[in-house]
């Protein structure tokens, strides 16, 4: 499993509650197709750097996670469906580097 990041920007007209009803429909997304959500950094309402459908205003969210690629797809089809979401990425992010990791390759 590697180990994944992903930036969702909420509209900001939905409510509260169902911000954190699509923000757990991903988590159990990840969840369920084998992978394990980690830190869930909570940005809050941002200005976005330019209109997304007249929306100037988003609730961004960070989620790091792992997982396999099968992962990765299906949490990509759940957030492009879902109408709270006005963008989203993910991205793989580096190998961390440990001691052991570093020792394991001398």
């Known amino acids: ?5 992903t930036m969702i920007v909420f509209d900001t007209s939905v409510d509260a509650q169902n911000i954190q009803v699509s923000l757990d429909r991903a988590l159990d997304t990840i969840r369920n197709n084998g992978g394990t959500p980690g830190a869930i950094d909570r ?4 200005a976005l750097a330019y ?3 007249k929306k100037k205003e988003g609730y961004y969210v960070v989620v790091e996670f792992s997982g396999a690629a099968e992962t990765v797809t299906e949490l990509d089809r759940i957030l492009g469906l ?8 993910i991205v793989r992010l580096p190998a961390r580097r440990t001691p052991a990791t570093i020792a394991a390759r001398s």
């Open 51 to 53: 209109e997304i459908n």
């Open 43 to 46: 940005w809050g309402k941002r």
């Open 1 to 5: 499993m590697r180990p994944y990041e």
């Open 82 to 89: 879902s109408d709270e979401v006005l963008r989203f990425k």
